[in-house]
């Protein structure tokens, strides 16, 4: 639940607040050692933060919730992560950096393989190779149809998105993948009147993509699903009077940002680079997402040590952070992925709040295990930003 | 939330609850010395107390959020602070002792200076001191409006509370403080067509007040804002089955509890004084609040040696306490005031929960950084009444 009378509190202070989250941040313990990767990683100057900093567990989005990097930053965003959801369509488009407009429907496409009776025998094309997709992309995007724009992106192997402009499209509509194979495309229906067009426009784009795929072995055919605009979201500017920017090298995490109204800052591609990007926007922004991928990229590979070592470069940002000295630091994951398990999990993530009301735990570690005994406790991811706006003196009193 | 089925399950028994509140317990650690105000106070009776008892942290309406005086008292009192706004006009009337009925409308109102073309110069008539301000205060409570009464009364400086009572009065009008100088003041407009008769109301007043003050150099005119009728709270009677009774010096906290029901005992101005009519009422309920305000009082003015012996005088209330032997004993904060930060403020407030059934942490010690780690962790404080509840053997069984 957010809070229901921000709007009364909240007020615009010239103090610095920055986000600093390691992707995938929480691990779980290495069975040979006892230890996760961050209580395994060299961490000396993370520790150090610690030991001045009051620590927590976030709940990205609910009790056991495993969560998708939407959700997951969403919520460290301020914002409900139930509330707005964004749907795989655009999440896809997000990834791949395309600029979704408001009026615009994304949707994922897989190349699947039919039969000659139209039955799909395999939703994923043979997983064809990007090499081979791209061209069968470019026939796609070539594809025309009344009263609509589409435009056919490549994203990876059988894997691309579609962008369908024009009026009156609506997301309320069913998907074409049947989900397993042995049964047919199924045909897109709207699921309320408004959506009629969307589902006209959709099946013809279909029936030419089937015409214009013929005859080849593997990927014959599309399937579609996720069909999805832009969520509606206020952004951090309206909401929290806040002048957000984001320093992030991936694709999906600068689209997650700009879905909340941050300024896209350009940047390197280390810790030590985003550090040196912060430094340079520091007088021009109150708020600052800085973004760090490779903890999750190891964790999601299953590589305990590549975790670890992510972890120490991570950590090697820290003292340049406190050199530009923002009034609040916090140090946050958007979900766990331990290594142990090969992918996002639904573990609390450690938190680190630091700023010079916060008071301090006193405890020199930064890992799931001590940030369990912080005096934060554990609580919603999306309360970290109020946390941190009290910190920085960005609410006023509640009630007289 | 609370409970949905309270009803259900609560029942009176003749066990006593105290819940006594040290206002603006929580503190922050002293910069020099890295220990907060309960840390450094010496408080060995309430720390042999915390021996015995569960600990933990209270949020007072929600993480980050900076407490007033209403709704900080309103959480501990077992309401959700989210629904139930005490708003200005009447926080000010609680706060020089007035009764406000349920039919009344309380507005707060300030003295201010106006330039001969009606131009806010000063909203607060250069803090006229009370000396000065209480002879308009008397013009202002001669002024008549046909079909209501209205009366006026000092509050402290440039602050005065009208009190409007009549048939058909509603709280749904704009305010007249134009909230800046080098503006005129706003008429008030009603926010629904149920509140005309309000708007007309107050203008009218307004139109005579600016004529009976007339002439002078500063205070000239009147700014309103804050009309507001009580809120309408189920009584702690209603609602838990409780027979409660307020132990307060200052007319707010009194006033708070009157809102809720409780039945004010008359009381001496220190610590030992409210134990002493404790004692002599113990028979005739089964709730009890006190209230001590030193603590809050020393934080607001910054001064972390006076807080430190605020807290070390409350301390000394305990072995009366304890010899009263009540059921359940809660010691807990309606916020906390950090002296370095001179002001309330948005962190968890130090709680301990006191009786047969409630198990005991066995650390004696009571203080932010202990409770953070107690048995109870953090919650919010609406729910502490529940836990007394259940400790006093007041809540049945919910559920077969």
Redesign the interface.
């Known amino acids: 639940m957010s809070?229901?009378?921000l709007e009364e509190?909240v007020e615009a202070t010239p103090s610095k607040i920055v986000l600093l989250v390691a992707d995938g941040l929480g691990g779980l313990p290495d069975p040979a050692t006892g230890k996760s990767e961050l209580e395994t990683a060299h961490t000396p100057n993370l520790n150090a933060l610690a030991a001045e900093s009051v620590l927590g567990l976030t709940d990205p989005v609910y009790p056991g919730i495993t969560p998708g990097s939407g959700p997951g930053h969403l919520g460290l965003f301020g914002y409900d992560p139930l509330r707005y959801l964004i749907k795989r369509g655009i999440m896809e488009a997000l990834g791949i950096g395309l600029d979704v407009q408001p009026d615009e429907i994304a949707v994922r496409g897989n190349f699947c393989t039919l039969d000659q009776n139209g039955i799909v025998t395999d939703r994923r094309a043979g997983r064809i190779p990007s090499e081979e997709s791209e061209p069968l992309v470019e026939i796609l995007d070539r594809i025309t149809v009344d009263g609509v724009q589409v435009r056919a992106h490549p994203v990876k192997d059988h894997r691309f998105v579609l962008v369908f402009s024009g009026d009156g499209l609506d997301e309320a509509v069913t998907e074409s993948d049947p989900q397993k194979p042995g049964l047919s495309p199924l045909e897109i229906r709207p699921l309320n009147p408004g959506a009629e067009k969307m589902a006209r426009v959709a099946n013809e784009f279909i029936a030419d993509a089937r015409e214009a795929l013929a005859g080849r072995d593997l990927a014959n055919m599309v399937l579609l699903r996720g069909f999805s605009r832009p969520p509606e979201v206020a952004s951090m500017a309206e909401q929290f009077l806040l002048s957000p920017a984001a320093i992030a090298t991936y694709p999906m995490y600068r689209g997650l940002s700009k879905i909340v109204g941050m300024k896209m800052l350009e940047t390197g591609t280390t810790i030590l680079d985003e550090m040196k990007t912060l430094a340079e926007h520091r007088e021009n922004h109150d708020f600052f997402f800085v973004h760090f991928k490779p903890a999750d990229a190891a964790g999601e590979d299953a590589d305990f040590a590549k975790k670890v070592r992510a972890l120490e470069e991570f950590d090697t940002g820290i003292p340049a952070l406190r050199e530009i000295d923002p009034d609040v630091i916090m140090v946050a994951g958007d979900h766990s992925t331990p290594s142990i398990l090969g992918g996002h999990s639904w573990h609390p993530v450690p938190f680190l709040l630091h700023s010079r009301?916060a008071?301090?735990?006193?405890v020199a570690a930064f890992d799931e295990r001590t940030c369990a005994?912080?005096?934060?406790?554990?609580?919603p991811a999306q309360?970290a930003l109020?946390?941190?706006?009290?910190n920085a003196l960005k609410?006023?009193?509640?009630?007289?």
Do not use: E, H, I, T
């Open positions: 809070f229901p009378y509190v009301y008071g301090a735990d006193g005994r912080g005096s934060l406790g554990r609580f309360q109020m946390l941190a706006m009290a609410l006023k009193k509640f009630g007289a």
